[in-house]
């Protein structure tokens, strides 16, 4: 026993002494994170890009709404051309940029292995010339700027980051050119958001309570709108939320949306408490090193749920960590899909586990400029939605998905404070199986899910609800003398629908079809064939299509009556 023990005992100092050992060989190693003989080197391409500014018609409401035109300007940026590829002394390979990204100039991000390092690497920055302009504990960050010969000069004695990057810009979404006007006679603006609009009665004030909701945003400023002392401010960037700028009302806009206080804006949970974390300027710009530090302030701080208007086309390491520190920590995160018109969700939208929010107009159309992808979960209200603004303007029409993204985050707030046994993860998980499929059958590209219905939401756990609602009608095919259309039918209630008859009436006609046996959620169609009457083509025709469940009666019938409109 004795010989054991003595064994056990030489075996455990030679594993202390091997584990100093290899601390300070990990000391002594060259300070230098990027492979012999590479260095960055920064080249500039064009001189001007479409500034990152999301397109809001805002307009001053007296007697009446009028749009304002608005023109923006554009940005010099550059664009750093480098062959850094991000590396770990870890041995784990991180998210690998592109060799060309948007990029700050000259701005760079460097996590460390721990707080000496962190410490060691800015006073090394100082003694060098080059310009710290932020730190924080989470991932040892620092953020820096210098020219591409100081950085190569300061990484060559600097201890060995964990992680390098280009620091990115961040922005409010920015809709495509053609978006300044509006396609005439396709879109339906939504205008004051009504509670029958969300499938509600009312909206109750207490709606919200108890919950703490996070906006990363521009600064919200004081407005009648909101109740002041439900709202946190924490500024980021070093800029007043009453400063000079074209869309320092943006942030604004956004809460106004989920906790407005009905003077005379009525946002969806206007009890919850607000988080104001400014991560972007009056110009609506920011930087991805700022959002990291934004959110990972959030959750510290106790949200439950985070708001991000905004977006970056790239991918970066460090917010992809701020990211994952949220979903570990439970906090729900929400974020705009941009407003492009593209196949691309904007990061962080576009991070797994994120919840993306498309935009669709009053008839629940997918908008012409929300980003499209896998990625998106869900949709909101995203053309013409009456918000408050700051300044003169006190109220504005605000469109983009910068409009949708607030109504799901309220949405989660009302469903945590009702319920408040319920996870943050569980709340989303409501949320999205009780979304109103809309144009496409099932999950789609455009808007997931579907559209958010606050009605299905709050009583999704409530037997005997037979609910048979119509998702979309399109004509497959149109001749001169008749046309085909296919109708869709999602069940919006909580029990099996057996049968659900369609009548489509054109003109003084009516024809009929069938769907059969749908469980809730689950979306059916079928196609209907009618006449035309003569001389169709030269006039609008108006089809009517009305969807009753056989046998039973419908409890909500407000969405079982749609139109369509042919040869407009």
């Known amino acids: 026993m004795r010989n054991i023990r003595k064994q056990l005992s030489s075996f455990v100092s030679v594993l202390v002494i091997l584990v100093i050992v290899i601390f300070a060989i990990r000391r002594l190693l060259p300070r230098h994170p990027f492979s012999a003989g590479i260095s960055v080197t920064s080249t500039p391409i064009s001189k001007s890009r479409e500034s990152a500014i999301e397109k809001i018609s805002t307009s001053v409401l007296a007697e009446s709404f009028t749009p304002l035109e608005q023109t923006h300007d554009t940005t010099n940026l550059m664009s750093i051309t480098t062959v850094i590829e991000s590396q770990t002394n870890t041995g784990e390979r991180e998210p690998k940029f592109s060799k060309k990204i948007d990029t700050i100039p000259d701005e760079y991000i460097f996590s460390f292995y721990d707080s000496i390092d962190q410490a060691k690497f800015i006073e090394l920055s100082k003694e060098k010339k080059c310009t710290v302009l932020g730190s924080m504990d989470f991932k040892h960050s620092v953020r820096i700027k210098a020219t591409s010969d100081k950085i190569n ?44 609009m969300l499938g509600i009665s009312e909206i109750r004030p207490e709606w919200g309570k108890g919950v703490t909701l996070a906006i990363l945003d521009s600064g919200i400023s004081q407005h009648p709108v909101f109740d002041s002392e439900r709202i946190t401010h924490i500024d980021l960037i070093g800029q007043s939320s009453t400063s000079e700028g074209e869309y320092v009302g943006h942030a604004t806009a ?48 106790g949200a439950s749920i985070i708001n991000m208007c905004l977006g970056t086309r790239s991918e970066s390491y460090l917010l992809k960590s701020a990211v994952e520190y949220a979903i570990a920590k439970g906090v729900v995160l929400v974020a705009s899909a941009g407003n492009d018109g593209t196949d691309e969700v904007r990061y962080p939208a576009r991070y797994k586990g994120v919840i993306a929010v498309g935009g669709v107009d009053a008839n629940g159309r997918h908008m012409f400029f929300s980003n499209r992808g896998p990625e998106i979960s869900i949709a909101g209200p995203a053309w ?38 319920i996870k943050p993860e569980e709340a989303v998980k409501i949320l999205l199986e009780t979304a109103s499929d809309t144009e496409q059958p099932g999950i789609d590209i455009e808007t997931g899910r579907g559209i958010i219905n606050m009605r299905r939401a709050l009583l999704y756990d409530k037997r005997g609800i037979y609910d048979a609602g119509i998702s979309s009608i399109t004509p497959v095919n149109i001749t001169e003398n008749d046309a085909t259309l296919r109708v869709c039918v999602q069940n919006r209630g909580t029990e099996e629908i057996r049968s659900v008859k369609i009548t489509v009436k054109s003109g003084d006609m009516e024809n009929y079809g069938f769907i059969f046996n749908l469980v809730p959620s689950q979306t059916g169609c079928c196609e209907v064939k009618i006449n035309l009457p003569a001389m169709v083509s030269k006039q ?29």
């Open 153 to 196: 000069e300061l990484l060559k004695e600097s201890p060995l980051p964990t992680d390098s990057e280009h620091n990115l810009i961040v922005h409010l979404p920015c809709p495509p050119k053609d978006s300044v006007r509006k396609p005439a006679g396709i879109y339906q603006e939504f205008g004051n958001i009504t509670p029958e």
């Open 254 to 301: 956004v809460a106004s949306l989920i906790a407005g206080n009905g003077k005379p804006i009525s946002g969806i949970a206007p009890g919850v408490s607000i988080l104001d974390i400014k991560v972007l300027d009056s110009d609506g710009q920011g930087d991805v090193f700022t959002l990291a530090r934004g959110i990972v302030e959030a959750v510290d701080r």
């Open 384 to 421: 013409g939605v009456i918000s408050a603004w700051s300044g003169k303007s006190l109220l504005a029409r605000f469109s983009g998905t910068s409009a949708s993204a607030p109504f799901v985050s309220g949405a989660i707030a009302v469903l945590l404070s009702i319920h408040p046994d």
């Open 540 to 568: 609008k025709f108006t089809i009517i299509c009305f969807a009753e469940p056989e046998g039973i009666r419908d409890s909500f019938m407000s969405d079982n009556l749609r139109e369509i409109h042919l040869f407009p």
